[in-house]
């Protein structure tokens, strides 16, 4: 992904609410089916870690991208996003 795709992909995440939650459990199986399901309907998502999360957010951000074979767009903070194009007729056109 080009700086360019992540700035754009960036900004189409400011307005987006996060859709799951990481907690105290951390990255557990059920967490890494939930962000699944996510993207079968959306492509870009946006987590939240919990303040009773022990674990680095870029850590978490990492392995979920790498269990979901999604791509991490940006982690600020306690907010992940992440991007997995659909397979068939992708939404997000990206810029060349």
Avoid at 40 to 57: F, G, M, R, W, Y
């Amino acid at each position: 992904m080009t700086s360019k795709q992540r700035a754009y992909l960036k900004s189409l995440a400011m307005d987006i609410e996060p859709v799951l939650q990481i907690g105290k459990a951390s990255v557990t199986p059920e967490c890494v089916n939930a962000v699944s399901e996510v993207f079968n309907t959306h492509e870009l998502i946006k987590l939240s870690v919990l303040k009773n999360c022990a674990d680095d957010s870029r850590e978490l951000a990492d392995i979920i991208a790498e269990r979901t074979r999604s791509e991490v767009v940006q982690v600020i903070g306690k907010k992940i996003v992440l991007y997995k194009a659909f397979k068939q007729k992708p939404q997000i056109i990206l810029p060349q």
